[in-house]
């Protein structure tokens, strides 16, 4: 079993959704969590952190629930721009990370 | 966020080369990592680099085919041995930010890559 399981997608969603993702881990004693965003070619990029009390950047919504032991992501208003792929990242106390396989998002007009 | 560089950007070699790929990153920056990435899969990390000590590796890589330096806090060097075609990838350094504030994480950041192809 993976560490850090993701739905790989694709999402295909037309611009103006709301979609969400969730990703579950499999070690409890993970401390940080994060989203990254990889476009294709590009390295990933830190999107946000996601923190007990939940984490809010303009459309982007991510939230933590240790009991069940998974991370979600909400994008509200979806654009063209938002197509990537989407990291999920659970960091133990090593601070060593384990990133999920990726989400893939394709926002259509 | 932090700034990391990273050359060469992309290289093509013969097979049974080496290539040794440098990485710079900020002051900010405690913990280096070396990560792959094949096309359409997620990362893999290699070695956690060590300044002034043996890497750290991860099971499935090892110090003959992967040697790693980082004889500083900001500069590392990651060297693919004698090369096969298996070893094309993108290779990534990354490093661990200190957030410098209570109650939030230390952020990894990653180097733009460096896209290797052996013929």
């Known amino acids: ?109 | 966020s932090a700034v990391i560089s990273q050359k060469p950007s992309r290289d093509i070699c013969q097979r049974g080369t080496s290539l040794t790929i440098q990485c710079q990153v900020d002051s900010q920056v405690t913990m280096m990592f070396w990560y792959r990435q094949q096309p359409g899969q997620s990362l893999t990390l290699i070695a956690t680099a060590n300044q002034g000590s043996e890497a750290t590796y991860e099971s499935g890589f090892v110090i003959d085919k992967f040697p790693i330096s980082r004889p500083n806090l900001t500069f590392s060097t990651l060297t693919v041995s004698n090369m096969s075609p298996e070893d094309s990838s993108i290779y990534l350094c990354s490093g661990l930010r200190t957030s410098g504030r209570a109650g939030r994480w230390d952020t990894q950041y990653f180097g733009p890559g460096t896209r290797l192809t052996v013929l």
């Open chain 1, 1 to 109: 079993r993976k560490e850090v399981e993701q739905d790989p997608g694709p999402f295909n969603v037309p611009e103006g959704a709301t979609v969400a993702f969730n990703c579950t881990y499999s070690n409890s004693a993970s401390q940080s969590f994060f989203w990254y965003r990889q476009d294709c070619r590009k390295e990933p990029k830190l999107l946000m952190s996601v923190y007990s009390s939940g984490n809010e950047d303009g459309r982007f919504t991510a939230q933590l629930n240790r009991a069940s032991q998974y991370i979600s992501l909400l994008i509200r208003d979806s654009k063209l721009s938002d197509s990537a792929t989407y990291l999920c990242v659970a960091s133990g106390g090593s601070y060593i990370p384990t990133f999920g396989r990726g989400t893939s998002l394709i926002v259509h007009p």
